[in-house]
């Protein structure tokens, strides 16, 4: 009898302390696989297959998201309330940059590392755009410095985009007169600044690269740059300069450019001696894919000095279109100055322009600290599959693995991973985690299968993530891309970096992160023998540049011997980039 009641009391003192204990850690590791995504096992993740859930987490900022999860992940530095209100406690000890755990900035040369050697100007709040205080703690500190010169020119640019911006006096009344005498005017109007504004075109990566360029062309010809950002770029970007909105307003009667006059037009009518005397006050300027089109003169000069009397244009581009400037004699002098170091444009521009909003921010830094942080070197792996018929998944994956074992950038797998080492051993392996991003989850579950309980021929630990698999490219779908933006910058984080040929979403990871990466080729039609080789610079490649001459209107027959710093692409010999050639 007694021995039933002690048997009753200690299976009552078990069920009082240890149920509450199991549903605690049960709660916890429901909460702990973070991801873009359901389904990340521990270890080896592979986001994705379901992505309605999106699950935010800011350092110790439990938010409740739009995407209708919470999650709690922490930092220790930071203390946040929700996603727009987020304070900064304490920089010491973020963990972030280079590997492991070693904290690789002191809080003395913040302001410094903050403001990318001057490139950023400060004065912002804070708490409305968080990367733009926090993201030297995750990209090393770039080699690569801004000249004085561009930094002067983009002080000088915020005042003039503080002084004419959307939303601002100038702004409001030369809006006016332009919509007033774009429809009958036999010259354009008198405005007290001049515009551009951007219209998107093709994924987000082409977009991102197509605003650089535009900006490069508005700080070239004192242009206020205005960008026309749909539902789908909510909570993509922050706002780029101080105290003023690049956005076109949701009011605005420029959200249409269908009626507006055509650059190709006046060039068609200079072309066939047309008298030219009918200058707009606004031109739609189309410099998309098509090389065929406009943008066969727009590198030369006496284009651009019609271009500078009208005062709006808008621009459709989805091209990194800056090798075309130096085509363009007028600007050359200014380029040179601006950017002593032809290798490096887009990657200041890019830092300068392209900060993480906070819903992004959150996404990115979540990611990281739950997934990548631990790693001693985090390997970048972007895999862009156009069409899977013509390229198999099957060749793909050989190729990716051929090309990331043959280089050493993945080591070999040996056998079953014997599971009884030692705590010391352990704290010796080297942990390399591999970020994948695909629109195709195959190659972040091939991956993981291969390495998953296995030993390396290296002894290293490999864990792979892949955050999400959107099986397509979507257009004006905003959590689509939100993962993309979040997953470019994840990218560019690594210390080792694949990116696939033609793709100007590795472009973006590449010049953001300053990574030289590797570039995976078509395996299909392939003209180069190589399967992947080591680029050369952080440029993008101008897909479809201008083909003719300005001055005779001939074919291009040799970029090299006519442009200096410019040759065809490696990885889209049809394209141009700029190259340094004094090296
Ligand atoms: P590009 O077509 O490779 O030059 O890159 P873009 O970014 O211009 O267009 C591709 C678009 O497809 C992206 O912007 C995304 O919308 C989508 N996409 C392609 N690859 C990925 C990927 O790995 N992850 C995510 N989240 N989206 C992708």
């Not at 291969?450 to 698999?469: A, C, D, H, L, R």
């Amino acid at each position: 009898m007694e021995e039933y009641s002690m048997r009753l009391k200690i299976s009552f003192i078990v069920s009082f302390i240890a149920l509450p204990i199991v549903f605690m850690v049960t709660l916890m590791y429901q909460n702990s696989s973070f991801g873009l995504f359901e389904g990340f096992s521990k270890g080896m993740a592979i986001g994705g297959m379901n992505q309605k859930n999106f699950t935010i987490g800011v350092p110790n900022v439990t938010a409740n998201n739009e995407f209708g999860l919470r999650s709690d992940v922490t930092l220790d530095n930071f203390e946040g309330r929700n996603k727009n209100d987020v304070k900064i406690k304490s920089s010491k000890s973020i963990p972030l940059t280079n590997s492991t755990s070693t904290p690789s900035k002191e809080i003395n040369d913040n302001e410094k590392d903050k403001l990318l050697d001057g490139l950023l100007v400060s004065g912002f709040d804070e708490a409305s755009c968080i990367s733009r205080s926090q993201s030297h703690f995750y990209h090393k500190p770039s080699p690569h410095k801004p000249s004085p010169y561009l930094i002067s020119k983009l002080r000088k640019y915020e005042e003039l985009h503080r002084k004419c911006g959307p939303n601002t006096r100038a702004y409001n009344k030369d809006m006016k007169i332009i919509a007033n005498s774009k429809n009958n005017s036999k010259k354009s109007a008198a405005t007290t600044c001049k515009y551009i504004i951007w219209l998107p075109a093709n994924g987000l990566g082409n977009q991102i690269i197509s605003m650089a360029s535009s900006f490069l062309y508005a700080l070239l010809t004192d242009r206020v740059l205005v960008v026309q950002f749909g539902k789908d770029k909510e909570g993509l970007f922050c706002e780029p300069f101080l105290n003023s909105t690049w956005l076109l307003p949701e009011n605005s009667s420029f959200w249409d450019a269908q009626n507006v006059v055509t650059y190709q037009s006046i060039i068609e009518m200079e072309m066939t001696n047309t008298s030219n005397e009918y200058l707009p006050s606004a031109m739609y300027v189309d410099l998309k894919y098509s090389p065929t089109n406009d943008e066969r003169f727009f590198h030369c000069d006496h284009n651009q000095f019609l271009l500078i009397k009208i005062p709006l244009l808008f621009l459709e581009a989805g091209q990194y279109f800056v090798p075309s400037f130096f085509m363009t004699p007028i600007f050359k002098d200014e380029l040179n100055k601006m950017f002593p170091e032809i290798t490096s444009i887009f990657h200041h521009l890019g830092r300068y322009l392209f900060h993480p909003a906070n819903e992004a921010w959150e996404l990115i830094t979540s990611f990281y600290q739950q997934h990548l942080a631990k790693a001693n070197e985090r390997v970048g792996l972007q895999i862009r599959v156009v069409n899977p018929y013509s390229t198999p998944h099957q060749v793909v994956m050989n190729q990716i693995l051929n090309c990331a074992l043959e280089n050493k950038l993945l080591p070999k797998v040996r056998g079953t991973k014997n599971m009884s080492v030692s705590s010391s051993d352990k704290n010796k392996t080297i942990k390399k985690f591999v970020l994948v991003t695909s629109l195709f989850q195959q190659y972040g579950k091939n991956l993981t299968n291969m390495y998953q309980n296995k030993s390396t021929v290296t002894g290293e630990v490999i864990e792979v993530y892949q955050p999400s698999s959107e099986k397509e490219q979507k257009f004006g779908d905003n959590k689509h891309n939100l993962k993309a933006w979040v997953e470019m910058y994840l990218l560019s984080l690594s210390d080792v970096l694949v990116t696939t040929y033609q793709s100007t979403f590795g472009y973006v990871a590449k010049a953001l992160g300053n990574s030289i990466p590797w570039i995976l080729y078509n395996p299909v039609h392939n003209t180069n023998k190589e399967i992947c080789e080591r680029e050369f610079t952080l440029e993008p490649c101008y897909h479809y540049p201008p083909l003719h001459y300005c001055d005779d209107g001939k074919v291009i027959q040799d970029v090299a011997s006519s442009f200096h710093n410019i040759r065809h692409c490696k990885d889209f010999p049809f394209g141009l980039k700029l190259v340094n050639t004094s090296v």
